[in-house]
């Protein structure tokens, strides 16, 4: 049921503070204000030399950001593939690496043929899954289950946060196990995500604002995402996102990889969405924003309030996100990303919850 919403998207994008605080009630002790994975969940993090992760699409842009998650916090090296690379291209997995397998569905033919590779590779496999009575959910040593309900829309918006949610709390308490994570930060990583659904809620109040942006992106041809650190694969996810659902061409990029090519693409048609909360690459981004101003790019600038004042540029729209822990800017900044592409599909009368030669599970290769 779309209960008041036009569509199953806009419902699920609504949803996320619900379930997401669900799926954090799940793996965090709010009270003690430390992390506290299921009891059957028995991976020995402290003996752990690496990380695989395989997944696709907007599970694969999760694993992405959880990257940055594990290496910093739990000090693990992490390697990541899109699941149809990953189990052909006979990766030399070593001794105690745990691979995480990443997807919604549970059965999408790639991530689960991965998951297959990485067991006779002798790696425990890790699930983080939706549903809970998968393929994939069922082959795997551990499951941790995000609890974003069914999601009908085919393009992802609360599984991918609620991925986010889940894979925090995982790289925290990996880093508690490790010794890389004192208590101290552990009480403030936890206390930074239990913010997280309220967060979300000032984010939503956005939505009218975007509406009106989204005017003007429903009559470009191609959009450019650019950000930096974890907003880096959160570019890539918006790219993905306006692409599935308006049918605009669009790319995300890593901002510093502006000047080794998609600069000649700037003109004055073209939107360049730059996701840049003010955290420590803020200053970086700010750099690459102006090599977009410099060429007449039509700037719409994600961040919050310190962002916007000392952004000092002249842009198309600049959204002001609520100020936040740096560490949780990715499940927060999912949300005006995909209220964007949202409505510039409605805008453009496209099938929203149905895009064209989309379907939600891909059982085949
Ligand atoms: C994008 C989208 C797809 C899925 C991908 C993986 O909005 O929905 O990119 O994320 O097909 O699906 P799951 O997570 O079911 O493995």
Same mark, same amino acid.
């Given at each position: 049921e779309k209960g008041n919403h036009r569509h199953f998207m806009a419902k699920e994008i609504h949803e996320q503070p619900t379930v997401v605080a669900q799926t954090l009630g799940h793996y965090l002790d709010m009270a003690n204000e430390t992390v506290h994975l299921p009891g059957d969940v028995t991976i020995d993090f402290a003996r752990l030399e690496r990380i695989s992760i395989a997944a696709c699409g907007t599970a694969y842009y999760a694993g992405l950001i959880a990257k940055y998650w594990f290496e910093r916090y739990a000090r693990l090296p992490v390697e990541i593939d899109v699941a149809s690379e990953f189990r052909y291209r006979e990766a030399p997995l070593g001794d105690n690496g745990l691979t995480i397998v990443i997807s919604q569905s549970g059965e999408t033919a790639d991530t689960l043929a991965s998951l297959r590779y990485a067991r006779d590779e002798d790696q425990s496999v890790l699930a983080v899954v939706n549903v809970a009575t998968s393929t994939i959910a069922r082959e795997s040593d551990a499951v941790m289950p995000t609890l974003a309900g069914p999601e009908i829309g085919v393009a992802s918006t609360k599984a991918f946060t609620c991925q986010l949610a889940t894979l925090c709390a995982i790289a925290v308490a990996a880093g508690r196990a490790r010794g890389t994570v004192s208590a101290e930060e552990e009480r403030a990583l936890v206390g930074a995500l239990t913010e997280v659904p309220r967060l979300m809620n000032e984010a939503l109040g956005l939505s009218d604002e975007i509406e009106t942006l989204a005017r003007t992106f429903a009559k470009t041809r191609d959009v450019l995402y650019l950000g930096r650190g974890t907003s880096y694969p959160l570019a890539l996810e918006g790219a993905l996102k306006l692409k599935e659902i308006s049918y605009i061409h669009a790319e995300g990029y890593a901002a510093g990889e502006l000047k080794h090519g998609p600069i000649a693409l700037i003109d004055e048609n073209m939107p360049v969405v730059v996701i840049a909360p003010h955290d420590a690459v803020f200053d970086k981004t700010m750099s690459n924003m102006q090599e977009v101003a410099a060429r007449g790019g039509r700037i719409v600038l994600i961040t919050d309030a310190s962002g916007a004042? !000392?952004?000092? @540029?002249? +842009?198309?729209? +600049?959204?002001? *996100?609520?100020? *936040? %822990?740096?560490? =949780?800017?990715?499940?927060? /900044?999912?949300?005006? =990303? !995909? @209220? @964007?592409? /949202? %409505?510039?599909?409605? %805008?453009?009368? +496209?099938?929203?919850? !149905?895009?064209?030669?989309?379907?939600?599970?891909?059982?085949?290769?």
């Open positions: 004042k !000392q952004a000092a @540029l002249p +842009t198309e729209a +600049t959204l002001v *996100m609520p100020d *936040m %822990h740096p560490a =949780i800017t990715p499940l927060v /900044y999912a949300l005006p =990303i !995909q @209220l @964007l592409a /949202y %409505h510039t599909a409605v %805008h453009m009368g +496209t099938d929203v919850d !149905q895009p064209r030669n989309l379907a939600k599970s891909v059982t085949v290769e």
